[in-house]
Nanobody, 120 residues
Framework: QVDIMESGGGLVQPGGSLTLSCAASRTIYTITHMGWYRQTPGNQRELVAQISGAGTTNYADSVKGRFTISRDNAKNTVTLQMNGLKPEDTAVYYC??????????????WGQGTQVTVSS
């Protein structure tokens, strides 16, 4: 059973910055991808940024150039640095962690979500 701990959400003014952190504990098996998704009321959860175990990153078009994702494999942590925040970035952000049990089975684990509100 993997535990996900998220931190860093809050209220920030447009143009400001926030840093979201996520730590995965009790990771018995191999951790693969780590990333952040976000969700607003009435909408599906969408990818914000993801980083593979090898360090390959993927970003939503809407956050490219503003957000940076990184990870520390030794600590099983992932960090999302968010700069130039916009009101449309307001959402609940969820940490996502992939765990590979074997060559055939991989499961996703999710945090409880942390609120990010961008407003003046």
């Amino acid at each position: 059973q993997v535990d996900i701990m998220e931190s860093g959400g809050g209220l920030v003014q447009p143009g400001g910055s926030l840093t979201l952190s996520c730590a995965a504990s009790r990771t018995i098996y191999t951790i693969t991808h780590m990333g952040w998704y976000r969700q607003t009321p009435g909408n599906q959860r969408e990818l914000v940024a993801q980083i593979s175990g090898a360090g390959t990153t993927n970003y939503a078009d809407s956050v490219k150039g503003r957000f940076t994702i990184s990870r520390d494999n030794a600590k099983n942590t992932v960090t999302l640095q968010m700069n130039g925040l916009k009101p449309e970035d307001t959402a609940v952000y969820y940490c996502n962690v992939g765990e590979r049990y074997n060559s055939y089975i991989e499961r996703d684990h999710w945090g409880q979500g942390t609120q990010v509100t961008v407003s003046s």
